[in-house]
């Protein structure tokens, strides 16, 4: 075997990394669109879903049960509305190699200093992105929960509380 033989093994399992490192950076990146998408989705819907209960099925004041079935049905849908909003506030998201600043700190590197400090470099992109990935998802995840429990809410005061009262 040639002596040369484990630098050109080393090169291809380098650029075999990066690319695997730069691939995962991108599919993090479009599961936090998607979850953009989702969520703007469901701020519309949740909106319509308030307007036309306001509309169409204002609490009778008569009613205690419904009032309080209302008011707390309204709470949970506002309290997810304001989730989604701030889930879909833009974040930062880091994104290396940046390249301005790659020609700077690289400049007269060798290919192996290069490659360990690009490696290093979306190390810390996808740790940063990650977390505020996370972040995002739960959020997201929360306001699909408040939102079922308050559209269940009102499910019941309309179906159930105004029939037997």
């Keep these: 075997m040639p002596k040369d033989i484990d630098k050109v093994l080393n090169q291809d399992c380098h650029e075999f990394l990066t690319d695997i490192a730069f691939k995962r950076l991108q599919l993090l990146e479009d599961t936090t669109d998607a979850i953009d998408r989702k969520a703007s989705s469901l701020l519309g819907f949740v909106s319509l879903v308030i307007v036309f209960a306001m509309q169409f099925g204002a609490p009778e004041l008569s009613s205690s049960l419904d009032m309080h079935f209302s008011y707390a049905a309204f709470t949970v849908l506002f309290a997810s509305l304001i989730i989604l909003i701030v889930c879909l506030a833009p974040r930062k998201r880091q994104m290396s190699p940046d390249p301005s600043k790659m020609l700077e700190n690289l400049w007269g590197s060798t290919l192996s200093e290069a490659r360990e400090q690009v490696a290093a470099s979306l190390d810390g992109a996808w740790r940063f992105n990650e977390k505020a990935h ?32």
Aim: overall charge positive.
């Design 134 to 165: 996370g972040a995002k998802a739960l959020l997201f995840t929360w306001a699909v929960w408040l939102s079922v429990i308050g559209m269940g809410l009102l499910a019941i005061n309309v179906l159930v509380i105004r029939v037997v009262t």
